[in-house]
């Protein structure tokens, strides 16, 4: 473990997740100002389906001395994770099932001040997604923040998905052809790893293939947060696939 290059893994890994979304960064920084807008350059954070880290990555580097949970049930990307922050005090990861009802019970802590998510949620279809935003809900304290960052369909505008959709998978056709990584092929890179390997083969156990779930519209996920208790909720940030969606508790 100790000399694996966990720094080329994560490279590798934002690599691979700026091929579908270019915009990657900007959505982390725009999440990041509305973090220290709300609660402060100190917060306390929950990275709920934290994969590799890659939000408690920028939050550190900005915030210096904030603290982060990332929960996740992936063992090959908690690999990453662990390897990447070790020795980081101000860092835990913690393994559990968000579709588990009591998957809260084993965070170190009762509330925080910031819940983050990033492209992660999708796979839950809509009445699990609610289920966890009601535990989401209890997490946050009062006039802390929630955020969402993932791919969100509005199904009023079907013209306009189809015309976006085309032209991104457009822009992803041409860089393929330059050699950039998809996520099947990375994950074949990975599961060659001799420590990588191993957890890969369990983490396909675990999930099967990549599924989505069914994406519902901002407009789905702000009132649904709002019925799960939180005061305001709202899209502060979107490109023409995806949004990230604020709910203040």
């Given at each position: ?42 917060p ?23 603290v ?39 965070l ?17 279809h ?24 993932d ?48 957890p ?11 599924a ?38």
């Open positions: 473990m100790g000399d694996t290059d966990w720094a080329g893994w994560q490279r590798s890994w934002d690599r691979q997740q700026e091929w579908y979304m270019p915009d990657r960064e900007e959505r982390f920084r725009v999440m990041l100002d509305m973090v220290e807008a709300l609660v402060g350059p100190e306390r954070v929950l990275d709920l389906a934290c994969g590799t880290g890659s939000i408690t990555d920028r939050l550190l580097r900005r915030f210096p001395g904030a982060s949970t990332g929960v996740d049930l992936d063992p090959a990307l908690l690999a990453i994770a662990r390897g990447t922050f070790e020795g980081d005090g101000r860092v835990t990861f913690v393994t559990a099932d968000l579709k588990d009802p009591e998957w809260t019970k084993a170190p802590y009762d509330t925080y001040d910031a819940v983050l998510t990033a492209t992660a949620l999708h796979w839950l809509s009445e699990p997604l609610a289920a966890l935003y009601g535990q989401v809900a209890g997490l946050v304290r009062d006039g802390g923040v929630f955020m969402n960052a791919h969100m369909i509005d199904p009023a505008t079907p013209r306009i998905n189809a015309a976006e959709r085309a032209r991104r998978h457009a822009r992803m056709d041409e860089e393929k052809a330059s050699g950039v990584l998809d996520w099947a092929e990375w994950w074949a890179l990975a599961a060659k790893d001799p420590v990588l390997a191993e890969t083969a369990r983490r396909f156990e675990i999930y099967g293939d990549h989505d779930g069914d994406m519902p519209s901002a407009g789905w996920h702000a009132d649904t947060l709002r019925a799960a208790g939180f005061g305001e909720a709202r899209p502060v940030w979107c490109s023409p696939s995806d949004t990230l969606l604020l709910a203040v508790k």
